[in-house]
C-alpha cells in the first residue's frame, strides 16, 4: 500500500493563496529584501529594471534611487496611481514610470 502512494501521482491541488477570481492578494515586499534584490542584481546606473506586479512601486523606485531607469507593471489602477506618487514623493519620477 505504502508503494502505491508514492509511486501515484500527486493530485492537483488549486492555490490556496488565491482569490476567488483567480487573482493574488496584493502582499508588500519588505524594505530588507528589496535591499537584498538590488545588492544581488548589483543594480546600477545604466540599467532598466521591470517589475510585473509593482504594487507600490518600492523596488522600481529603489532602482531609480541608484540610478537606473524602471518599469513598473500592475494591473491594480490604484496601486499604479499609488506608485506613481510614491516615485514623484521619492523624487526618482522620471527614471521609475509604472503602468
Do not use: C, H
Amino acid at each position: 500500500m505504502l508503494l502505491a502512494l508514492l509511486i501515484a501521482p500527486a493530485q492537483a491541488q488549486p492555490q490556496a493563496w488565491a482569490w476567488d477570481d483567480g487573482t493574488v492578494p496584493y502582499v508588500q515586499t519588505p524594505a530588507e529584501i528589496v535591499e537584498r534584490m538590488m545588492r544581488m542584481a548589483e543594480v546600477r546606473a545604466g540599467d532598466f529594471v521591470i517589475d510585473l506586479g509593482s504594487g507600490d512601486g518600492r523596488i522600481v523606485i529603489e532602482a531609480a534611487k541608484r540610478g537606473a531607469r524602471g518599469l513598473g507593471v500592475d494591473l491594480d489602477p490604484s496601486l499604479v496611481k499609488l506608485a506613481t506618487q510614491n516615485a514623484q514623493q521619492a523624487g526618482v519620477a522620471l527614471r521609475a514610470r509604472q503602468r
